[in-house]
């Protein structure tokens, strides 16, 4: 069989290069995600059966057996032990070389009927919000929108904050079911960390419809009101020392400042001067806070697509088109994207190990 791969940039694999900030996060263990919709917002379903046959071990196995030392860090997300992206681009160029592709750098397809007619199987994998060169064709495409982007705060004292990092927060957007539980960091533009690019994910598509304005809900301690609440039973007990000065071991002294001083209790007030109303405010200010999105800003790591290839289009047992025998579909062009930790990455090594098997197989 001869394979050719036409690539329309000077080199292969320029946005792999660059993954997971040059160390290349390239899967995930998966521990502890018990329901795929957690990583995989769009896609869960088809990945379920993807990752059933080629999940993160049989990817680690891979790489292994082409020489790739990994190691799986205590957050789950698995790196070359190298921490060097360059080698797992160096690794599928020898693969290649190996199996005889053809690789031909500066070949941009601008039209597909073209390339179907002159090959016997197709795969596109020409990566997000690249689904537009099918237009015409008769295959449904989600319109694309970002994912994995952190927000714009309009509040001064939140920004007063910049980084400062709280674990366990749950994030939220207001009027919808969207709630995304992490790390979050404060930056001067508003926030950003894990928590918020899981909410960026799995909201892209009502922030994108609401012009990236709403309303984001923070519950600074991840716990609920009853919890809360007997936190601060147990701070105030037989103290009479002064609220500001006692904080909360998940938060930091200037931010559980900023929240006594936003719920309106004063800054000379003690904890056993604290009324029923202001230990109400100061509940909800800890556990259900309002900030006004104003925008969104680009994430500097990690930055998908959502939207694409409809699902529906697809064969998920071997990634054919449904309609258009022959054509096949890969990676980020597909409507399937992730929450950071190597998962997009995982999507794509899986949807092309299943493509590439089942063209083996039938030619
Ligand atoms: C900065 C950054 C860091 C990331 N880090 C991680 C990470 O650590 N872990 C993780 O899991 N995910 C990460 N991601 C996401 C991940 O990189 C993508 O999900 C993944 O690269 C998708 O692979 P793909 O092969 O589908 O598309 P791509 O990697 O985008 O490759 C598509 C290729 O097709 C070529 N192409 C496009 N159009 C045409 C055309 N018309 N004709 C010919 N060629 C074409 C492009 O030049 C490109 O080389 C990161 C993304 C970014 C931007």
Same mark, same amino acid.
């Given at each position: 069989m001869e394979i050719s791969i036409l690539e329309a940039?000077?080199?292969?694999?320029?946005?792999?290069?660059?993954?997971?900030?040059?160390?290349c996060n390239l899967t995930n263990s998966f521990e502890g995600v018990e329901n795929l919709a957690e990583v995989y917002p769009r896609g869960s379903r088809l990945m379920r059966r993807a990752l059933g046959r080629f999940g993160w071990r049989e990817c680690c196995r891979w790489f292994e057996d082409e020489g790739v030392q990994l190691l799986v860090q205590d957050d789950h997300c698995v790196f070359p032990v190298s921490q060097d992206a360059m080698q797992i681009v160096r690794t599928l160029e020898r693969r290649m070389r190996k199996g005889?592709?053809?690789?031909?750098?500066?070949?941009?397809?601008?039209?597909? &009927?073209?390339?179907?007619?002159? !090959?016997?199987?197709?795969?596109? $994998?020409? +990566?997000? /919000?690249?689904?537009? #060169?099918?237009?015409?064709?008769?295959?449904?495409?989600?319109?694309?929108?970002p994912s994995l982007f952190t927000l714009r705060i309009n509040d001064a004292g939140l920004r007063s904050l910049m980084g400062t990092v709280t674990e366990n927060v749950?994030?939220?957007?207001?009027?919808?079911?969207?709630?995304?539980?992490?790390?979050?960091?404060l930056t001067d533009w508003g926030v950003s960390g894990p928590a918020t690019l899981k909410l960026s994910s799995y909201a892209a598509r009502e922030l994108a419809a609401g012009g990236y304005k709403g309303m984001l809900?923070?519950?600074?301690?991840?716990? &609920?009101?009853?919890?809360c609440? !007997?936190?601060?039973?147990?701070? $105030?007990? +037989?103290? /009479?020392?002064?609220? #500001?000065n006692s904080h909360p071991p998940r938060l930091?002294?200037?931010?559980?400042?900023?929240?006594?001083?936003?719920?309106?209790?004063?800054?000379?007030?003690?904890?056993?001067?604290?009324?029923?109303?202001?230990?109400?405010?100061?509940?909800?200010?800890?556990?259900?806070d309002t900030y006004d999105i104003i925008g969104r800003a680009r994430f500097k790591e990690e930055f998908v697509t959502c939207g694409g290839v409809s699902l529906s289009e697809v064969r998920p047992e071997?990634?054919?088109?449904?309609?258009?025998?022959?054509?096949?579909?890969?990676?980020?062009?597909?409507?399937?994207?992730?929450?950071?930790?190597?998962?997009?990455?995982? $999507?794509?090594?899986?949807?092309?190990?299943?493509?590439?098997h089942s063209i083996a197989e039938k030619y």
């Open positions: 940039g000077p080199r292969p694999m320029a946005k792999l290069a660059i993954t997971g900030g040059g160390r005889g592709v053809r690789l031909m750098c500066g070949s941009r397809i601008d039209n597909i &009927s073209r390339v179907l007619d002159s !090959a016997d199987a197709v795969v596109l $994998a020409t +990566g997000g /919000g690249t689904a537009g #060169i099918l237009e015409g064709m008769p295959i449904e495409l989600v319109s694309p929108v749950t994030l939220g957007l207001a009027g919808t079911r969207f709630r995304a539980h992490g790390t979050l960091l809900l923070v519950n600074w301690l991840g716990c &609920s009101e009853d919890e609440r !007997a936190l601060l039973r147990s701070m $105030a007990s +037989g103290s /009479g020392r002064l609220i #500001i930091t002294e200037r931010l559980w400042r900023h929240l006594v001083l936003r719920a309106g209790v004063r800054e000379d007030s003690r904890w056993g001067e604290l009324g029923l109303k202001s230990s109400a405010r100061l509940v909800n200010t800890l556990i259900s071997s990634m054919e088109s449904r309609k258009l025998p022959g054509l096949y579909f890969a990676g980020e062009i597909l409507d399937i994207d992730a929450v950071t930790g190597g998962f997009n990455l995982q $999507a794509a090594w899986s949807t092309a190990w299943i493509a590439a």
